[in-house]
């Protein structure tokens, strides 16, 4: 199986990363299944990444049907420990305009059709979560945006992230609801792909691509897909740039992060008294902790 440190998932409008040199798409299988699509290796500023199309390269799943355990267990396949997600999202503040970027540092979960854990099966684990994004490497990523001062774009170093079912986008009685709890932006994907890399012991950090404002505000239309995409694909060549730089310093520079052990203290099964088939299949999580 070939090799990267760091993983890229593109999400709405973000299918593939034009500045990838020596390219070999892996058709990786995992335990959970096939990911979302083949993921694309290539070598950024010196450094062998993994990308991966959250919803396939021809925009195919929902989002209620992302093979997230199979995407985040790829990742660790190829040896992955720093994951950069890159996402499309609603704006639920005023200051946040479209064509902002945000990072995320607070999540809440709105879904309800998700699988959000690899343990079961004989084997329990609760990881810690109070901070969902590993924030060494979010401020990597804040650092490596402000670094590049894009004109049209601010910056937003924190913010809560809701993590709607979808796919239809939100009423405005729940629009006006999440402002009403102080949540900055919102979309569908990325909770359960932060829960799983946590699992993972991959560093994970979201930078949220502001595309719309919802449908709270009064003095916008309603968000449709058409204004998502336009203002996505006006924001993939910046999004390349921060992700781009972002890697240059991570290489330069990896940070410590609390999540690479963030299974120590979590695993509650003695795993010698542990079903054969479950520790087989989590082998690759639990091997350190055998
Ligand atoms: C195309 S609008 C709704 C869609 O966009 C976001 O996707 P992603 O997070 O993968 O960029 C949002 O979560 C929805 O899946
Ligand atoms: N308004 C919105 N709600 C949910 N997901 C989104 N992705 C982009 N805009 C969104």
């Known amino acids: 199986m070939p090799q990267a440190s760091i993983g890229i998932i593109g999400g709405s409008g973000l299918y593939k990363m034009d500045a990838l040199k020596d390219i070999e798409e892996v058709q990786v299988q995992t335990p959970f299944g096939s990911p979302s699509d083949a993921l694309i290796l290539g070598t950024l500023e010196g450094t062998r990444v993994a990308f991966l199309a959250r919803h396939g390269r021809n925009h195919a799943l929902l989002p209620s049907e992302l093979p997230f355990r199979a995407n985040i267990y790829a990742m660790k396949q190829l040896g992955v420990e720093y994951l950069i997600s890159a996402s499309a999202v609603g704006s ?14 607070q999540f809440i979960d709105r879904t309800k059709n998700r699988i959000s854990t690899f343990f079961g099966e004989g084997i329990v ?93 009064p003095d916008h239309d309603s968000v449709t897909v058409e204004m998502v995409i ?27 992060s609390e999540a690479h052990s963030a299974l120590k203290y979590a695993i509650l099964t003695q795993l010698d008294k542990a079903p054969a088939a479950t520790k087989e299949k989590l082998g690759l999580l639990l091997q350190k902790y055998f």
């Not at 639920?92 to 540092?105: H, I, S």
Request: aromatic content about 6%.
């Open 125 to 217: 684990a609760h990881i810690t979560f109070g901070d969902p994004i590993c924030q060494n490497l979010a401020a990597v990523l804040t650092d490596a945006i402000a670094s590049l001062n894009l004109p049209e774009v601010t910056l937003h170093r924190s913010g809560t992230y809701v993590c709607m079912e979808g796919p239809a986008f939100s009423t405005k009685a729940e629009s006006n609801l999440y402002r009403s709890w102080g949540a900055t932006v919102i979309g569908m994907t990325n909770l359960p792909e932060a829960k799983l890399a946590r699992e993972a012991e991959i560093a994970y950090a979201t930078l949220a691509l502001v595309t719309d404002y919802d449908c709270w505000h």
């Open 92 to 105: 639920l503040k005023a200051e946040a305009k479209p064509l902002d970027m945000v990072v995320p540092d």
């Open 230 to 256: 336009g203002n996505l694909l006006r924001n993939a060549v910046n999004a390349q740039k921060v992700i781009q730089e972002t890697v240059r310093r991570l290489s330069e520079n990896p940070p410590p």
